[in-house]
């Protein structure tokens, strides 16, 4: 089995001890994948489940590069137009029209449309929100202030397929270009927490993540949903050649690597949990953590709960001036499965002479 290693630098979140950068995207081949749409009739369906069945909130957000504007091509579909007698009527459905804006639909029909719209062949995120009393549309995480609509009611769920990249397959309404990150939640998320998960892919364990179809498999016929509801979808009518499929055009986002939240007081030694969310076929990684060297001594580390029979190889060369690097190495035939792991632990000792806890700097890449 060839290694492959994954290169990182870890990202706390809200730590107050350490301070870190994100940075870096994986190495391996399958990342930064994203399918192409043709416009003509590819499409991805995913089997009915109630975990799809949204009633009191939705949030759909995907990253999107259109080639095209095609009036009623879909983002994702549950259901079909009012009247069409092939498929249930929709439970929720996020469309564009011919001028590049975006459109809420259901079964109680258009209950919104954006102001905004986005220029073609160019990557930007799009997101819809409700939250039982309005809808809101968001481009690269800010709000289209213009086009909040209210609404109160209930969306009417249905037993139809879900599908992402048309309307209803069989008629004209496909969508032509890359679709990425997919996301589908049974909340409506804020405006804030668009705006954190926006250039970063999820854990898969986030409350209310209804489905999660990152797009990076990079091969095959199976889209697979990350969210743990098991709500896989399956490529049909794709080429899979240069017209449409897998295109390594995709949105790059970090594997995480994170810093567990700990706190300590002067004098003491602080033991830091690191954390990694697998996509379940890695074998070895390497990442490093920075931190503030005038708070924070004698930093050394052992492997975490969920890595024992890695090798770990440890570069203290910059400790000094408060960095850390590791690399950790599974024995050959093994990897991490999906999912959170406790990777490493890293403990320091606390200046006696610390006043304060440490500021957060701002994440770079």
Not at 104 to 109: N, P, Q
Not at 113 to 124: D, F, G
Not at 338 to 353: M, Q, T
Request: proline residues 4%.
């Amino acid at each position: 089995m060839k290694t492959k290693f994954f290169s990182f630098v870890a990202v706390p979140a809200l730590q107050l001890l350490l301070v870190a950068n994100s940075w870096s995207r994986p190495l391996d081949s399958g990342a930064g994948y994203a399918l192409l749409y043709d416009g003509l009739d590819d499409h991805v369906t995913v089997a009915d489940h109630p975990s799809l069945d949204l009633s009191s909130a939705i949030t759909i957000e995907a990253w999107i590069n259109k080639q095209a504007n095609v009036q009623w091509a879909s983002i994702l579909t549950k259901g079909a137009g009012r009247g069409n007698s092939d498929f249930p009527p929709n439970n929720y459905a996020l469309l564009e029209d011919s001028m590049g804006r975006f459109i809420f639909t259901s079964e109680l029909g258009i209950l919104a449309q954006s102001s905004m719209s986005i220029p073609l062949n160019e990557w930007h995120h799009i997101a819809m929100t409700w939250d039982g009393a309005s809808i809101k549309f968001y481009f690269d995480g800010v709000l289209d202030a213009a086009a909040v609509t209210p609404f109160v009611g209930t969306l009417p769920t249905n037993d139809s397929t879900l599908v992402i990249g048309a309307d209803f397959p069989g008629d004209d309404e496909y969508f032509a270009g890359c679709l990425d990150e997919v996301r589908l939640w049974k909340v409506a998320r804020t405006e804030a927490e668009l705006q954190a998960d926006l250039h970063k892919a999820l854990r898969g364990n986030e409350p209310g993540l209804a489905g999660y179809w990152r797009f990076d498999e990079g091969t095959g016929a199976i889209a697979h949903d990350l969210s743990g509801n098991h709500n896989h979808g399956k490529l049909l009518d794709f080429n899979f050649d240069n017209t449409s499929g897998w295109v390594s055009k995709g949105v790059f986002f970090d594997r995480i690597v994170s810093v567990v939240n700990v706190s300590a007081s002067p004098g003491n030694m602080v033991e830091v949990p690191i954390e990694f969310a697998a996509l379940g076929n890695e074998n070895a990684l390497q990442f490093s953590v920075q931190f503030d060297p005038a708070i924070l001594k004698q930093g050394r580390a052992r492997l975490g709960k969920d890595s024992c029979s890695a090798s770990l190889q440890t570069d203290a060369s910059q400790l000094n001036s408060g960095r850390l690097g590791f690399r950790l190495v599974l024995p050959n035939g093994l990897s991490f499965a999906n999912g959170l792991h406790e990777i490493l632990v890293v403990s320091f000792l606390v200046d006696s002479a610390t006043t304060a806890r440490s500021k957060m700097k701002p994440a770079t890449k």
